[in-house]
């Protein structure tokens, strides 16, 4: 996942382990085991 600002990148990398348990409780096989978040400059 890719932000603009690396503020965001920052809060969703705390928010990771909430984030992860939720989507693996929505999607039917699960199996998600990290997210990763960089921010990118915008264009």
């Given at each position: 996942?890719?932000c ?17 348990e ?22």
């Amino acid at each position: 996942m890719s932000c603009a600002a690396a503020v965001w990148a920052q809060e969703l990398d705390l928010m990771g382990p909430t984030i992860l348990e939720r989507l693996n409780q929505a999607l039917p096989n699960g199996g998600i085991d990290r997210l990763r978040c960089v921010a990118v400059p915008a264009t």
